[in-house]
């Protein structure tokens, strides 16, 4: 950050709030379906009027909307512009994980990095309408990397995304 750090509120967030759903402006709602749902599985909960879909992981009302309001034939920001670096997508074990990259490769989609950081395993990537998308799983707390004051020590290592596929596979069999 530039210049001073900002003040938090009074009394800091509620350990308890979340991130909730990601709203995506698409260009092509069948070309994003294919992605979220052909290929990293989420299942559709809700079409609406042919210009929004909402979809989730299980019977949840959606984790993801994608849409074409305001976006319909559009094309991504060029480079430069500010918006969404990425959206992040939460997987609970390694071998989930996995599996989602297994068939992210599979689908012929090209990584553009894989990355651990201590705290998580991460590969990233970018969805038909160029949006980055973060596959993940956190690492339990208890294994996060700690500098010698207790503070959290995050890093940047490579992942090796063959032994996180291979995973995959064992844990199918």
């Known amino acids: 950050m530039s210049g001073a750090e900002p003040a938090g509120a ?7 709030v979340r ?15 294919a992605f979220y749902v ?11 009027h042919g210009q929004a879909a ?12 994608l849409n074409t309001w305001y976006s319909a034939g559009g094309s991504p920001p060029p480079p430069g512009a500010t918006g969404l670096f ?13 599996d989602a990259v297994r ?10 990095g894989a990355s651990d950081h201590g705290v998580s395993e991460a590969v990233y990537l970018r969805d038909p309408d160029d949006n980055g998308v973060e596959l993940y799983r ?11 004051d207790g503070g959290l020590a995050m890093f940047t290592a490579p992942l ?14």
Request: no cysteine.
């Open 10 to 16: 009074p009394g800091g967030i509620d350990p308890r």
């Open 86 to 98: 990425h959206h992040a997508i939460l997987y609970p074990t390694r071998a989930t994980l996995g």
């Open 54 to 65: 909402f979809i989730s992981a299980g019977s949840y009302h959606h984790h993801i909307g």
């Open 19 to 33: 991130i909730g759903h990601t709203h995506l402006k698409v260009g092509d709602l069948d070309r994003a379906l």
């Open 160 to 173: 090796d995304v063959r032994s996180l596929v291979a995973e995959a596979n064992e844990a199918a069999q």
């Open 38 to 48: 052909g290929v990293l599985g989420f299942e559709i909960q809700q079409i609406w």
């Open 138 to 148: 956190d690492r339990p707390e208890s294994e996060w990397p700690r500098s010698p």
């Open 103 to 112: 068939r992210v490769l599979d689908a012929g989609i090209g990584l553009d």
